[in-house]
């Protein structure tokens, strides 16, 4: 192990710190006032691999809702501990509302975003009092979109009168980094038990947010949430996502990690999750589902046939997610490459445990499987995807 031994922080019943797996996490986009809607998505969430999933809560509608959304969760068996988001009046909503603050598993409290002047440390302190009460961790979640703007005039005021002074953009990591570890220092003073907060610095330029969270891991013990904020769209907020991710992770920073990408207007929410799951297996950090290793397709492709199978295969792999995970030992780690033709295939698949190379053009018109680097099976055509399907389960019920 040589990630960063922060502190335990339980929320619900999983633990986010240095020992325990990085966990998944995930925000719904469903108005909270609306519970079936809210709760529907959560399971969604939760049945692609959401181990925490946040939810808002911005008005009275919203926080009414929340016990019963949660209620229902656990009424149809699904555990998943529930964040509230949180922005300018938290506070009073979570005053307001017991039922609300005692449902939540966890808080997230933005300090650029708890009030202005001198109410933002009263109102601090007041969602801090009610986590003590109910005995419930925060996120103290810093965003370079609304950074404290006194701490930072007074920064960049400060370091004008310096002889060599930083650039704005170093002042800005600073401040980010010193707001999220002065709030944890004032939750502390007021009461607050250190193994109660984890942090997030969020910002949505790559190469800031990776000099922030590094600065931060030095500084801290309390566990990190890793994020891009506002990552941008489809494959743009997916790359920039994984890069920004990929390169903090593989320093050992982060303990706990969100994907926040612009959905498709009607693309699944649960994309997000899937994310965040490449991203960790396929760094090697944890292992979810069979990994599909597909060739891109050349002039040697003879047809769209394997990349409809490709999609089946992870299609089906995806829709019997929950099933397999627990049914099958080996379902986890499996590795599955699918290619467009025989020539390279073999080179390029060798690290899978089940290979199925579809004749490019001009090679004979047979699709052989190999199992474990062994010849396995010849396919048919017409039944492609149903015959190599058989295979997979067999492979996973050890028959083969
Ligand atoms: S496996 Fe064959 S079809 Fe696929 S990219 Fe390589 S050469 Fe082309």
Not at 85 to 110: M, V
Not at 328 to 349: K, L
Request: glycine residues 6%; aromatic residues 8%.
């Amino acid at each position: 192990m040589k990630r960063k031994q922060t502190l335990q922080v339980n929320v619900g019943w999983v633990l986010i710190w240095g020992w325990a797996p990085v966990v998944i996490q995930s925000m719904t986009n469903t108005p909270t006032r609306d519970v079936f809607a809210t709760t529907m998505q959560i399971k969604e969430l939760v049945e692609a691999g959401s181990e925490l999933v946040r939810i808002t809560v911005n008005d009275d509608n919203a926080a009414r809702a929340v016990p019963k959304i949660v209620k229902n969760l656990r009424d149809i068996g699904i555990s998943v501990p529930i964040v509230g988001d949180f922005h300018y009046n938290g506070h009073l909503l979570l005053n307001k509302f017991p039922e609300l603050a005692e449902s939540l598993d966890k808080y997230r409290i933005n300090p650029g975003n708890v009030g202005k002047w001198e109410k933002r440390d009263d109102n601090f302190r007041q969602i801090i009092d009610c986590a003590i009460k109910y005995n419930t961790p925060v996120r103290i979640g810093i965003n370079g979109g609304s950074l404290d703007d006194d701490l930072l005039s007074a920064n960049m005021d400060e370091n004008s009168q310096l002889e060599n002074p930083k650039t704005a953009g170093e002042v800005f990591i600073d401040s980010m980094v010193e707001s999220a570890l002065l709030s944890v220092e004032k939750a502390i003073e007021y009461g607050m038990p250190e193994n109660m907060m984890t942090i997030s610095v969020k910002m949505s330029d790559i190469q800031d947010m990776v000099k922030c969270y590094t600065m931060l891991s030095k500084k801290t013990q309390q566990p990190l949430h890793l994020g891009l904020t506002e990552a941008g769209w489809s494959a743009k907020g997916i790359t920039a996502s994984s890069i920004a991710l990929g390169l903090l992770l593989q320093q050992w920073i982060g303990d706990t990690i969100r994907v926040s990408i612009t959905p498709e207007p009607d693309a699944p929410r649960a994309l997000e999750v899937d994310v965040c799951k490449y991203i960790l297996q396929t760094m090697g950090i944890r292992n979810f589902q069979p990994l599909i290793t597909s060739c891109p397709g050349c002039g040697r492709t003879s047809s769209d046939k394997f990349q409809i199978l490709s999609k089946q295969i992870s299609d089906e792999i995806s829709a019997k997610y929950i099933e397999w995970w627990d049914k099958y030992e080996d379902f986890t780690s499996t590795n599955i490459a699918v290619m467009g033709c025989i020539v390279n295939g073999p080179g390029e698949a060798k690290n899978a445990d089940i290979w199925i190379f579809l004749p490019g053009d001009g090679e004979d018109p047979v699709i052989p499987v190999y199992v474990r680097g062994k010849p396995y099976r010849n396919l048919k055509w017409d039944k492609v995807y149903e015959e190599f399907m058989e295979i997979l389960v067999d492979y996973f019920e050890k028959k083969i």
